[in-house]
């Protein structure tokens, strides 16, 4: 099944304390980003990748980090995590190099810092 | 600077009844336009996309948009709404230079009985 995968679903964890959120992808898709949600905002891009060892900054880049070594795999760091990161973290992946490809979404990282 | 407005924060509707989502867009050349929806607990899923042609694009689940460049609009409806349609609705529109998309801040459909 194609599909984009995160993990964890669900995660607390305390101020300072690094993590890491997963994403995957079995679409050999080019494109892949991280969104957040956060309500009132809809979602707002934290970082892009347009193919292996290419990434950008998106809208709201500070506290994050991205990396992008294998094409199915766009991993989403948090040197530090701050209260100000809680939020509902979401994966994308499409093929970049076509007009008529639409987004696909993860089922969400809901994380908490406290 | 490109940009999304979803004016209605929240819609509640009774089953059965039609259903219209506003969406209003600022962008300066032909846009991308989106619509996706996202029920509790879950990723996005897209409802429907407008590239160019025709202007009346039908979607999953019975639903449609039309793209209105005069008022830069992409309105989404549905002639019938059921219970599993409450959700929250997301209106987007592509950059063409970085494949990124801007999300409007959702409107949540709440379904009466």
């Known amino acids: 099944e194609a599909q984009v995968t995160q993990n964890p679903r669900y995660l607390i964890t305390v101020t300072g304390k690094k993590l890491t959120v997963t994403c995957s992808q079995n679409?050999?898709?080019?494109?892949m980003s991280w969104y957040r949600q956060d309500p009132g905002l809809g979602l707002r891009q934290i970082y892009y990748s347009m193919n292996v060892e290419v990434t950008d900054k998106g809208d709201v880049p500070e506290g994050y980090k991205v990396s992008r070594k294998e094409k199915r795999n766009f991993p989403l760091i948090l040197e530090s995590p701050s209260p100000n990161q809680t939020s509902l973290y979401f994966c994308?992946?499409?093929?970049?190099?076509?007009?008529?490809?639409?987004?696909?979404f993860g089922n969400g990282t809901r994380l908490t810092v406290t | 600077a490109q940009s999304v407005t979803q004016p209605d924060i929240h819609i509640t509707v009774s089953e059965g009844a039609s259903l219209e989502l506003r969406c209003n867009y600022s962008?300066?050349?032909?846009?991308?336009l989106f619509w996706y929806v996202q029920s509790p607990g879950q990723g996005l899923q897209l409802l429907l996309k407008?590239?160019?042609?025709?202007?009346l694009v039908q979607g999953i689940k019975g639903f449609e948009a039309e793209f209105k460049r005069s008022q830069s609009s992409f309105n989404l409806r549905k002639p019938s709404v059921h219970w599993s349609d409450a959700a929250e609705y997301f209106c987007?529109?592509?950059?063409?230079?970085?494949?990124?998309?801007?999300f409007g801040s959702g409107t949540r459909l709440l379904v009466r009985p």
């Open positions: 987007a529109v592509r950059m063409d230079s970085s494949y990124k998309l801007i």
């Open positions: 994308a992946s499409s093929f970049g190099d076509r007009d008529y490809s639409p987004l696909h």
């Open positions: 407008y590239f160019s042609g025709d202007t």
């Open positions: 962008y300066g050349a032909t846009p991308y």
């Open positions: 679409m050999n898709h080019e494109y």
